[in-house]
């Protein structure tokens, strides 16, 4: 019999939650035996992960969430799976990760994005740039907007937003919320800080658009 233990959504399967002596991010075979169970993972060394994630967020920087996509979903969605015993680096690969999926995946993305988020925040509750990215990634979702505003207008009063794109989503809660003096406020901080001048803009988020789920190692036949 077949069983396979992957990440999935940032979390790892309960099924198995360590391997050769690490928190692991790895794809497990094992095979009936009385005698043994044969352990095959490939491990994603730390400079190789590292370089990765630089990657992801020199896109990311330079606006292109696209791009940061499809090089992580290419590592960190492959079959073969990720043992990651660096907990920093695992979970800085994970939030880059969900904010690529909510920047250029479809609404499954941003859904799935949010749910990481979430869970990366329960873990890091103090952390302004957490709380920054699940404002942004709740814009994506007309039921968020709410919470969007509850998250980062605390961080404004405080003065810890922490980029562009935090200061864009101030803008584009207030101007939803008729505080137009307000939003041009946090346009001027967006323009001060932002690579790109087109990020500051306070204009209603575009809808996501029509894709289907990156895939994940979730979507693998025989995961359970």
Request: hydrophobic share 60%.
């Given at each position: 019999m077949r069983e396979l233990l992957i990440w999935v959504r940032g979390r790892v399967h309960p099924a198995l939650s360590q391997a050769a002596g690490s928190i692991a991010l790895i794809a497990v075979w094992t095979t009936s035996s009385p005698a043994l169970a044969c352990l095959n993972g490939v491990e994603l060394h730390r400079k190789?992960?590292?370089?990765?994630?630089?990657?992801?967020?020199?896109?990311?920087?330079?606006g292109d969430a696209k791009q940061a996509l499809s090089m992580l979903a290419d590592k960190l969605g492959s079959p073969e799976g990720y043992e990651l015993s660096h907990q920093?680096?695992?979970?800085?690969?994970?939030?880059?990760?969900?904010?690529?999926?909510?920047?250029?995946g479809g609404q499954a993305d941003i859904d799935d994005a949010i749910t990481v988020l979430r869970q990366q925040l329960k873990d890091s509750p103090k952390s302004p740039w957490l709380k920054v990215r699940l404002a942004e990634a709740l814009s994506h979702n007309a039921k968020g907007t709410k919470e969007a505003v509850k998250l980062i207008e605390p961080l404004a009063k405080e003065d810890l937003i922490v980029d562009a794109e935090g200061f864009a989503t101030l803008a584009r809660r207030r101007r939803q919320a008729g505080n137009a003096e307000g939003a041009t406020a946090a346009l001027e901080r967006c323009k001060a800080m932002a690579k790109q001048p087109s990020l500051c803009s306070d204009a209603p988020l575009p809808p996501p658009p029509t894709a289907p789920r990156t895939k994940d190692p979730s979507d693998l036949p025989d995961w359970r």
């Open positions: 190789q992960a590292v370089q990765l994630a630089n990657a992801a967020e020199k896109a990311l920087a330079d920093g680096l695992r979970a800085r690969l994970e939030q880059l990760f969900a904010v690529a999926r909510f920047r250029a």
